[in-house]
């Protein structure tokens, strides 16, 4: 938080006192906080956007704040700032990219054009745990990046790190390590808060067409250990990802099916083919791009969710933000960074390349965050002039 304390207690005390002890009341009181989530739970009769575990997910935040007020404190100025160049608190969530390689050459990925599927080199563990410490505001991170975060050494221990401190912590992997050395439990045992599994096809032929370098029948059987663990933990922290494209749109139904058979509890279908910023990838991706849902499709898919008892929901990035007014703009340049393996500070996950722009390196984050070049960036956004990098997230 960058308000004195004065300044603090004075604009938001009030919510302050509130929150802590919302946040005491429930560390005490676990079951309550279930039988209130439970209780506000309604049915919806159409496809949301993904959801975490929200019992889970609060509980962490909950137990964060008592430990660590100060955390409240700066996530309390987060919640309560609009959006202006200069941020009065410093971020509460972030992506965190381990390290930047990867086993398989996906035809959509950005990965897939790098030399051996590696842009540079890991981040340490040393130099995660210097950035964490030192950057104690973290409510929120993910733990994952470009490439399959499962091929650093050090995976678990960063996670389990986060956990101890009461950071609630997602990671997206591709499956295919998770049968070695029984990666599935130690996943789950690090206490990781969502496991989003990137499928992007329902039979062998489609998914190996996009996920060149996979095994299907090997990806199938890693998932089914990492669901049936969780769920005999009772940890519902795993999420099938599906990457629509044109490639694999026939097969949105299956998708439900095959999630079934690996006993998934969710899937989230992304309609989205990312560009990372780049001319080049816009175009290639363009190509792949699938169009959105029809009405039809989704009812489809919410007879589907009841019959199967699986949670369904769909993510849709493109043409999300308008710049006519400050609530439509996208929120991530004013809140939520990127670091990359090399430890670059990027605006965003969309972007999550240092070499298409980046503020500095995190051993000054602190002084980049409101330094000039990201005041500038922020600047484009309230101002219209979205960055060239930016602009395949904007509608017209």
Known sequence: MLLSDKEFYKLYGKIFNEKLAEAKYFVKNPNLLRYKIEKLKRGENKLLAPSVDEF?????????????????KNYIVSKEEEYLPVRNFFPTIMDLEPNSRCNFKCIMCHVSSWEKGKRAEDMTFEQFKEFIDSNQNFIEIKLHGMGEPLLHKDYFKMVEYLSSQHIWTRTSINGSLLHKNENYKKLIDAEIGEVQCSFDGATKEVYEKIRVNSNFEKVVSN??????????????????????????????????????????KRIS????????GREEWHEKNEKLQSKGLSEEEEVKLLELSKKYDIDISVWEQANKYKTDSL??????????????????????????????????????????????????FRKKHLEGDIPSCCKSCYGN
């Open 327 to 376: 609530e439509n703009l996208c929120p991530w340049v004013f809140n939520r960074p990127y670091i990359s393996s090399d430890s670059k500070v990027v605006p965003c996950c969309m972007i999550a390349d240092p070499d298409v722009i980046n503020f500095g390196d995190i051993s000054e984050f602190k002084s980049l965050w409101n330094g000039k070049e990201y005041q500038d």
């Open 223 to 264: 998932f089914t250990l990492l669901n049936n663990y969780a769920n005999e933990k009772n940890r519902p922290y795993t999420r099938m990802w599906a990457l629509i494209q044109n490639y694999n749109r026939h097969q949105l139904f299956d998708f439900v099916e095959l999630a079934k058979q690996m006993n998934f």
């Open 56 to 72: 889970s997910h609060k509980m962490t935040y909950y137990k964060g704040f008592v430990k660590y007020p100060h955390r409240l």
């Open 269 to 276: 279908f992304s309609i989205t083919l990312n560009d990372w």
